[in-house]
């Protein structure tokens, strides 16, 4: 695997957030198709400026009649900014530090080379938490800054009424260039777009798959053989045991294995969960017995990354954001690798729930010239196919822009190459009420696998709490706008 240093804290929060699935805001843009989390690895010092300003001669080019970008999305590098008279535009996003990771570090640098008289002023100094308490209450005092990185959690708090929705020519052909754009549509409007999809798969330790026997033969493919591959990495001394075979990371593996099921996780209505249904309750049931009959794992405290990055376990589900957090906390300690998550059979049309990283957001109550600025940037950076697989690469994420997704760069990434093999397979389930993300971890995960309690019974108060939520939701989910609709019930 890769080799980077990543910011510990930054990842550790991120790791929580990505967990979350659905936003935990009421308002949805449930207008398109197609689950916390986005996560973002951090990058070195030296790998941010390691990597040359050449980049952009190849990509970008240098101030001449010829646009960039080889798709709808294109940009005139000739073309003067604010008339050429110098104007500065203020930019925040999370952790942007020399710790953390810069999303837009590299892009904001050509950006100001090809355009002398525009400045972009970062914020340095907010990292995750500090940067969504203050950042909202910011923009909605009009003290905000004119463009800023945005998360689909807090989608209700900026949309539609502090965001300003890109022009429609851009919209249309981000539309054509990006996939997943028209889930997030609001109204006919397109405030922003998914950059990078993430999603699950199963996490090895290379190490303990080798002592066991095993080859790349028996990678799984079904839930099935993944049971016994597991028995097999399991570890136990007398009645405990020392090493998981497989790790139950959380609620919301339920609902991916209820996507492989066949059932959409709310009713039409997008309000109301219907997690009590015959596939739920068979996933249900599969992962209770990888406790109690199968013996292939043993619930206990901290985090399923954590248990696996101090080899109490030999397998994993989860994001692929636990990629950058193994880098950063496991480093070279010992050889992981990732495969796909195994389904019920080859009858399995829905492989798993994603969720996207998301594009900058433009701040409504900027000022005309600079909210033209800010656009004009992120025209830039949309066109720029290098921005965002640097963005994939370092986030793990499986690009959207349909020219990236044959980048050499993600080939290399395992993680990314992985995920990129079935993210066509994914559903975005949207942006869900706000407690849906407690009563995932609350029912979901500590009362059907820690406590055992009763899958049906459990299935049953999960959506009887969930309805109690529904009237905050203002809008319906996405997950029935997906093209994968069609074979989910």
């Not at 945005?150 to 054509?176: M, N, R, S, T």
């Not at 697989?389 to 990314?416: F, G, Q, R, S």
């Amino acid at each position: 695997m890769k080799n980077k240093a990543i910011s510990l804290i930054l990842t550790g929060m991120l790791a929580v957030s990505m967990l979350a699935g659905c936003g935990p805001k009421e308002q949805t843009a449930a207008q398109g198709s197609q689950s916390a989390e986005p996560s973002a690895p951090a990058a070195s010092e030296e790998e941010q400026t390691s990597e040359p300003a050449a980049d952009a001669g190849t990509d970008a080019g240098t101030a001449s009649a010829e646009l960039i970008g080889n798709g709808a999305v294109t940009y005139d590098p000739s073309a003067p900014v604010n008339n050429g008279e110098d104007i500065t535009i203020t930019f925040w996003y999370d952790d942007p530090g020399p710790e953390g990771y810069q999303r837009y570090a590299r892009a904001i640098a050509d950006y100001q080379e090809l355009h002398p008289n525009v400045t972009i002023e970062v914020n340095n100094s907010l990292g995750w938490g500090d940067y969504w308490s203050k950042l909202p209450v910011a923009v909605a005092s009009g003290t905000g800054p004119d463009l800023m990185h945005f998360h689909l959690g807090w989608y209700g708090d900026f949309i539609p009424e502090l965001a300003e929705p890109y022009p429609e020519d851009l919209a249309q052909a981000l539309i054509k260039d990006f996939r997943g754009v028209e889930p997030m549509i609001y109204e006919g409007k397109v405030y922003t777009i998914p950059v990078g999809d993430m999603t699950g798969a199963i996490f090895y330790n290379k190490e303990m798959w080798k002592e066991a026997g095993l080859t790349e033969a028996d990678i799984p493919q079904t839930w099935d053989e993944l049971r016994e591959v597991a028995k097999k990495l399991t570890k136990t001394e007398g009645d405990k045991i020392v090493v998981n075979g497989m790790d139950i990371p959380d609620g919301y593996f339920l609902l991916a294995l209820n996507y492989q099921k066949g059932y959409n996780v709310f009713t039409e209505d997008g309000k109301h969960t219907q997690m009590d249904n015959p596939g739920a309750l068979e996933a249900a049931q599969m992962l209770q017995g990888f406790i109690t009959e199968d013996k292939i794992f043993a619930p206990g405290s901290g985090s399923s990354q954590e248990r696996f990055g101090n080899k109490q376990s030999a397998m994993m589900y989860n994001w692929t954001w636990a990629g950058g957090w193994l880098e950063g906390n496991v480093g070279d300690s010992f050889e992981w690798g990732v495969f796909p998550t195994p389904v019920f059979g080859e009858e399995t049309k829905v492989v798993d729930r994603n969720n996207p990283e998301v594009s900058a957001v433009v701040n409504a109550k900027s000022s005309p010239e600079n909210k033209a600025v800010a656009m004009d940037f992120l025209r830039f950076y949309f066109a720029n196919d290098s921005y965002l697989v640097e963005l994939a690469d370092k986030t793990y994420t499986a690009p959207t822009k349909i020219t990236c997704a044959e980048d050499p760069v993600i080939a290399e990434n395992e993680v990314v190459a992985t995920i990129s093999s079935y993210i066509d397979k994914t559903v975005w389930t949207g942006i869900c009420t706000s407690g849906f993300g407690d009563a995932v971890n609350q029912i979901l995960a500590d009362e059907l696998f820690i406590q055992g309690k009763d899958a049906k019974t459990t299935l049953q108060k999960f959506d009887e709490e969930n309805a109690k939520l529904a009237e905050e939701a203002l809008l319906e989910t996405a997950e029935r706008k997906s093209s994968l609709a069609q074979y989910l019930k």
